[in-house]
């Protein structure tokens, strides 16, 4: 009967490390620069940059972010959770 609660102990503290790892995953702030290049693409547009933003749920972007990314795109998108329940859209608004 030791054993099992050994093994309930070990299975909590698993659990617990997991969810930790997965909430600091889902925090961090991460840019990534990639170059696509379609053959297809009217040369009259020249470099096109864009800064694709999304999953941002409740955060909040982070000033320090806006301020890197400040004049190094052509086009901002805004994609993928935005708003959920119990985020009021006077905080969406306020990020944007």
């Not at 086009?75 to 959770?81: E, N, P, R, S």
């Given at each position: 009967m030791l054993w099992l609660s050994g093994l309930f102990l070990i299975i909590i503290l698993l659990s617990f490390a997991t969810i930790f790892y997965m909430w600091r995953t889902a925090m961090?702030?991460?840019v990534i620069s990639q170059d696509l290049y379609f053959k297809d693409f009217p040369e009259g547009f020249g470099?096109?940059?864009?800064?694709f933003i999304s999953d941002i749920h409740r955060r909040i972007v982070a000033d320090?972010?806006?301020e890197e990314t400040r004049d190094k795109a052509d086009?901002?998108?805004?994609?993928?959770?935005i708003r959920e329940s119990g985020v009021p859209l006077e905080r969406v608004e306020k990020i944007y």
């Open positions: 961090q702030v991460r470099d096109v940059r864009i800064f320090k972010l806006i086009l901002v998108i805004i994609g993928g959770d």
